[in-house]
C-alpha cells in the first residue's frame, strides 16, 4: 500500500501543527466558535449532539494492520471504546473532546493518516470498489489511480472552496460495480478500449441527498496520460458555475442537469483543450511510482480453492457452512479468497466496532493476510487476502470476537446512517430501526430472502444511500413522531435506479412489519429463489407490495 | 409564552450544556434556569452568546414538566440530546 514520501509527511505534520495553535485558540476564548467552525472542518470535526465527532480519512478503505490498530488505540484513549466505519469508507468517533484533537491527530499522523477533507467544501476521501486488487473481474487494481487523485485532489489550492462537497469513486472493474461510481459526483470506470489500450471512462453529476439522480458519461474514453487535466477541467466548470446561493443546488449534479450534459461537455472539453498538455499530463513514470506501492503480495502458489470453498458452503457445520456462503468472495490469485467481515451483529449499531474487534482484526489480517484490511462502503471490512485453507481459523477467531454473523448481502446487512442518536441534521432515528429489522429475520429468513440491500437514512442528505436501496427508508418526522418513506427498486450498481417511494410514510412502530411485508410478497412472486428481490419487483412493478403493505398499515 | 432553556454545547468536551439559574453551565437539564419570560430570556441568550470560551452555539428549546415534576425537552431532538442516545453503545452493551 503507499508509504508516504517527505512530502506527506511534512503536510500533515504542518496540518497537526497549525491546527494545535488553532485549538488553543479556540479553548481561551481568543477565537469563536463561528470562527473556528471551517477550521475545525477542515480537520474532520463536527459537532453533533452529545460531542465532537472527528471523521478520520480512509483513502478508498484500504488501511494497514498498523493503522487499524492505531485506530483501535484511539478509540480506547480518547472516545469510548469503538468506532464507526462510514458509507465513504471512513472512520468515525462519536465522543470526541476538543482538547484532545491535537495529540489524536498526531497519533494518526504518525501511522500515515489524517482527517483532512473530510468535511467542508472540497474533494473528499477518494473511494474505490472494496475489493480492488483482489477482485476476479477487475481489469485494473484501480487503487494507484484513486492515489494518484488523491495527492491531486490534496490541498489543490483552486479546490479548496467549491460551491459544495465533492465525491470521486473508482472501480476497475466492467462489470458488477461496486464502488456506486453512478451516483458520484465523479464516478471513474476504468475501461479496456481495445486490448492494451486502457483509459477511463467519466461519469458526471450523479449524487444523492435531496436530489437523487443518476450520474452520466461525460466522456466514455480519457486517456491515462489525461485524468488529472481531465478531472481538473470538470471542476473548473463545476467552480466557476456551480450555486453559491442555495446550498440545496450547489452540487454539481444540480449544475449538470441545468446546463445539460451536451453543453456541461462542451465547456469541460473547451476548459481541458487549454491545459491537457500541461503540468498535469500523467506520465508513465510517475504512474509507476505510485503503482510500486501496490504491488501484488508475496503469494504462495497454491492449488484452486474454488471447489475447495464450495464444499466449505456444504459442510455439516451449519454455521461454518451458512458464514462461507455469505461472507467469502473469489480472489484473482489460486487458493486465495477475500472474506468479508460483517459489522452488523444483530442488535449492534451497522459499522460500530470495537477497539478490541479492531484489534482482533488486525492480528488476523497479520496472521493469515499480508497485514490488510479494506473497510467497504457498506460498512464492514475486507481480509482481502485469505489462503482457503485457513478459512476455518478465521471464522473461529471472527466468531469468538462477535464477527461472524453470516449476513454480509442480507436483509440483516443495512446501511444505516448515524441518524437522529447522533447526528444534529436527522430527523429521525435510523439504528434503533436498523436493529429491529436485523432481529426480527432469523438466518433461515436470511437465507429465504437471499440478496437484497436495506438502507436506512435519518434526514433527506442520504447519508445511508436510501435512495440507491432495494429497500429504502427515509426518516421524517411528522408533528414530533418518527415515521419512515418506503422506497423499492434502487440500486448502486451496473443496473443503477433511484427507489420508488411505495407510498404514504408509515410510522416507527409498523416499518418492521411493514419491511417483512416487502419481503414475504417478494417470496410470494419471484418465480424461483433464483429471481433476486430487484429483479422481482423490477417485473411485477409496486402493486403487490403496496397491497401487501398498506393492506395492513393503512397510511 | 411556554417554557424555555438555553442549551449550548461545552466547549471543551462538546456535551450539552444548560445555563442555569447561577448564570453557569450544567450538564443536566434538570438544573437549567427555565425562562416564561421573553425579554429576560432574549437577554439570557445575548450575555451567553458571549460566553465563546466556555460554549458553543448558544440557542433556545422548548420545555415542558412532565408528569412526574421533571423538567423534559419537548422534541425527540432535544431528549436524545439531554439524555444521550437510545442505543447502546457496541463498546458497553450494558448502557
Known amino acids: ?555 | 409564552m411556554p417554557l424555555h432553556v438555553i442549551t449550548a454545547n461545552d466547549t471543551e468536551a462538546g456535551h450539552p450544556a444548560y445555563l442555569t439559574g447561577r448564570g453557569d453551565w450544567s450538564r443536566a437539564l434538570a438544573e437549567a434556569r427555565v425562562f416564561e419570560d421573553e425579554a429576560q430570556r432574549d437577554q439570557a441568550l445575548a450575555l451567553a452568546k458571549t460566553d465563546q470560551a466556555r460554549v458553543a452555539d448558544p440557542y433556545v428549546i422548548d420545555v415542558a414538566w412532565d408528569s412526574g415534576g421533571q423538567l423534559a425537552a419537548t422534541s425527540l431532538r432535544e431528549r436524545i440530546r439531554a439524555e444521550g442516545p437510545t442505543v447502546a453503545l457496541v463498546s458497553n452493551p450494558s448502557v
Open chain 1, 1 to 555: 500500500m503507499y508509504k508516504y514520501d517527505d512530502i506527506d509527511e511534512r503536510i500533515v505534520a504542518e496540518r497537526v501543527t497549525q491546527f494545535r495553535e488553532q485549538v488553543a485558540r479556540r479553548l481561551s476564548g481568543e477565537i469563536s466558535e463561528d470562527e473556528f467552525k471551517p477550521i475545525r472542518l477542515q480537520n474532520g470535526l463536527y459537532l453533533q449532539l452529545h460531542a465532537y465527532m472527528l471523521r478520520v480519512s480512509i483513502p478508498y478503505g484500504l488501511m494497514s494492520s498498523d493503522q487499524l490498530r492505531m485506530l483501535a488505540s484511539i478509540a480506547r484513549r480518547y472516545d469510548r471504546g469503538y468506532g464507526h466505519f462510514s458509507t465513504r469508507q471512513n472512520l468515525q468517533y462519536n465522543w470526541i473532546r476538543l482538547v484532545d484533537m491535537p495529540d489524536i491527530l498526531a497519533q494518526l499522523a504518525s501511522v500515515e493518516m489524517h482527517a483532512i477533507q473530510t468535511s467542508g467544501n472540497c474533494i473528499r476521501n477518494v473511494t474505490a470498489d472494496h475489493l480492488a486488487g483482489v477482485a476476479r473481474d477487475e481489469i485494473e487494481d484501480p487503487r494507484p489511480i484513486a492515489e494518484i487523485i488523491r495527492q491531486w485532489a490534496t490541498f489543490h489550492p483552486e479546490f479548496a472552496f467549491l460551491p459544495r462537497k465533492f465525491k470521486i469513486a473508482l472501480t476497475g472493474a466492467p462489470s458488477n460495480d461496486r464502488a456506486a461510481v453512478r451516483v458520484h459526483d465523479i464516478g471513474i470506470r476504468i475501461v479496456e478500449r481495445a486490448p492494451g489500450q486502457r483509459g477511463f471512462e467519466i461519469w458526471v453529476g450523479g449524487g444523492l441527498g435531496r436530489t437523487p439522480i443518476i450520474g452520466e458519461v461525460v466522456r466514455d474514453f480519457v486517456p491515462r496520460r489525461d485524468l488529472l487535466s481531465y478531472l481538473e477541467a470538470i471542476l473548473r466548470v463545476y467552480n466557476r458555475w456551480g450555486r453559491r446561493d442555495n446550498k440545496f443546488k450547489a452540487r454539481i449534479k444540480i449544475l449538470v442537469q441545468a446546463l445539460g450534459i451536451a453543453e456541461f461537455r462542451k465547456q469541460v472539453d473547451a476548459e481541458w483543450e487549454l491545459i491537457k498538455d500541461g503540468e498535469l499530463v500523467l506520465d508513465d513514470a510517475e504512474v509507476e511510482r505510485v503503482r510500486a506501492h501496490f504491488s501484488p503480495p508475496a503469494y504462495e502458489t497454491l492449488p484452486s480453492c474454488d471447489a475447495g470453498v464450495a464444499g466449505k458452503r456444504l459442510s455439516p457445520n451449519r454455521d461454518f457452512a451458512r458464514w462461507v456462503q455469505t461472507s467469502v468472495v473469489a480472489h484473482k490469485i489460486p487458493g486465495y479468497v477475500a472474506v468479508l467481515v460483517s459489522l452488523k451483529t444483530p442488535g449492534a449499531p451497522p459499522g460500530d466496532v470495537t477497539a478490541e474487534q479492531m484489534e482482533a482484526v488486525a492480528a488476523l489480517a497479520d496472521e493469515v493476510g499480508f497485514s490488510q484490511i479494506v473497510a467497504t462502503h457498506t460498512q464492514n471490512l475486507v481480509l482481502p487476502d485469505v489462503p482457503a485453507t485457513k478459512l476455518e481459523l478465521v471464522w473461529e477467531r471472527l466468531r469468538a470476537k462477535g464477527l461472524a454473523a453470516p449476513n454480509v448481502g442480507t436483509a440483516a446487512d443495512i446501511i444505516a446512517c448515524p441518524g437522529l442518536d447522533y447526528c444534529t441534521l436527522a430527523n429521525a432515528r435510523s439504528i434503533p430501526v436498523a436493529q429491529r429489522i436485523a432481529l426480527r429475520f432469523d438466518d433461515e429468513a436470511l437465507a429465504r430472502y437471499g440478496d437484497v440491500s436495506i438502507k436506512i437514512s435519518g434526514c433527506i442528505n442520504a447519508c445511508g444511500h436510501h435512495h440507491v436501496g432495494n429497500i429504502g427508508l427515509l426518516g421524517i418526522d411528522k408533528s414530533g413522531e418518527e415515521f419512515y418513506q418506503l422506497t423499492l427498486g434502487g440500486s448502486p450498481s451496473d443496473d443503477v435506479a433511484i427507489g420508488k417511494i411505495l407510498g404514504p410514510a408509515i410510522a416507527s412502530a409498523d416499518i418492521v412489519d411493514a419491511i417483512e411485508r416487502v419481503l414475504e410478497t417478494y417470496v410470494e412472486f419471484r418465480t424461483s429463489d433464483r429471481e433476486s428481490f430487484l429483479e422481482t419487483y423490477r417485473r411485477v412493478g409496486p402493486t403487490p407490495f403496496k397491497e401487501s403493505v398498506y393492506a395492513t398499515h393503512p397510511a
